[in-house]
C-alpha cells in the first residue's frame, strides 16, 4: 500500500529512507529565481483529517517507521496547533519513531513564538531543514530570497535554542564569478554565527524554465563558476568556518562537482587537502550531464 502523492515530491538527500507525508502542498514564498521545485504547484494546506486517515493507514501498513518526513516546501508554515496535531498523532501511531522533520524557510521559524517552538519540539518535531544559500545580502537580494542574512542567523538561532537539529543547505556558485570571493567569505561568517548541526552544500543548477528569470532578477550579467572555479569557492568558504561545536559539513548533493565531507573543526584540514588535490586533477570530477540540482 503506497500514499497517493501530489507531484512533484522533494525531500533532503538525507530523507532517503523516510516515509512521507504531504501536509502542505508547494511552497508559501515559491519566489526564490533559483529554485524549481514548486513552480507548477499553489500553495496550501491539506486538510487535517485527510493527513489523520493517511496516518492511520500507513501505521497499518509500515509500522516499524523510524523516520517521517513532513512535506512540501515549508511544514513549518502551518498553523502551531494544527502541526502539534499532526505530530502528537504521528507519535501516537508509530510506536518504533526515532525522528520527525521537516524544511523550513526563515520565516516560519521568525514568525512562531519561542513558546511555540518549544511546543513543537516537546510534542515530537526533532529536526529543520533550512536553506541559507547565501550570507552575503546582496547576492540574497538578486536571487530574491526573501530573508536577509540578519533574518536567517535569527532565525537559525531561535530554531537552535528551542532544541531542534538544524541542517543548513548553502548553494555553491549562486554569486556568479562577479560575487564569489564575498559569497564565500559572507557564507562562512553566517555558518560560524550559527553553528549548525549539519551543512550541507550543494552547487547551483538551473533548469531550463527559470534559467531566464534567475538572469533576469539577478539584474547584471552572470557567469557562471567553471569547475575548477567552485572548487576555489568551495576551499575559499571551508577555510573562513571557524566553529567551535561539531558541524557536519557535507558536499555530496548530485549538482556537486565532487563528493566531500567531514566534520568541523577536527576535519578541516582534510577536507582542505581534499580540495586542494581535487584542483590539481580536474579530470576525476564527475561529469557536468551526471549532475543536477
Not at 202 to 223: H, Q, R, V, W
Request: charged share 25%; net charge neutral; with cysteine.
Amino acid at each position: 500500500m503506497e500514499l497517493v502523492y501530489d507531484y512533484p515530491l522533494y525531500r533532503p538527500p538525507s530523507e532517503s529512507r523516510s516515509l512521507i507525508f504531504q501536509v502542505t502542498l508547494g511552497c508559501s514564498f515559491n519566489k526564490c529565481s533559483f529554485c524549481n521545485m514548486y513552480r507548477t504547484k499553489e500553495y496550501s494546506e491539506r486538510p487535517l483529517d485527510e493527513i489523520e486517515k493517511e496516518i492511520e493507514m500507513m501505521a497499518r501498513y509500515y509500522p516499524e517507521t523510524k523516520r517521517i518526513f513532513l512535506a512540501d516546501g515549508d511544514a513549518l508554515n502551518l498553523e502551531t496547533k494544527k502541526l502539534n496535531q499532526i505530530v502528537s498523532s504521528l507519535k501516537n501511531k508509530f510506536d518504533n519513531l526515532e525522528r520527525i522533520s521537516c524544511y523550513s524557510m526563515p520565516k516560519n521559524l521568525l514568525q512562531k513564538s519561542e513558546e511555540e517552538l518549544q511546543s513543537l519540539k516537546a510534542t515530537g518535531l526533532d529536526m529543520v531543514y533550512l536553506g541559507i544559500e547565501s550570507g552575503n545580502n546582496k547576492i540574497l537580494k538578486k536571487v530574491t530570497k526573501g530573508a536577509t542574512s540578519q533574518m536567517i542567523i535569527d532565525s537559525c538561532k531561535k530554531a537552535k535554542d528551542a532544541g531542534f537539529i538544524l541542517s543548513c543547505m548553502i548553494i555553491l556558485g549562486l554569486g556568479g564569478k562577479t560575487y564569489s570571493k564575498e559569497h564565500a567569505l559572507d557564507t562562512s561568517k553566517i555558518i560560524s554565527q550559527i553553528e549548525p548541526d549539519f551543512v550541507g552544500a550543494l552547487t547551483l543548477y538551473m533548469e531550463p524554465n527559470i534559467e531566464e528569470e534567475f538572469y533576469a532578477k539577478f539584474n547584471e550579467p552572470f557567469a557562471p563558476l567553471e569547475d575548477t572555479e567552485v572548487l576555489d569557492e568551495l576551499y575559499n568558504l571551508t577555510s573562513n568556518i571557524q566553529v567551535t561545536k561539531n558541524v557536519i559539513f557535507r558536499v555530496n548533493h548530485a549538482s556537486n562537482v565532487y563528493s566531500v565531507g567531514g566534520t568541523l573543526p577536527i576535519d578541516k584540514e582534510k577536507i582542505l587537502e581534499k580540495i586542494a588535490y581535487l584542483k590539481q586533477h580536474p579530470e576525476i570530477l564527475k561529469p557536468k550531464v551526471l549532475r543536477r540540482f
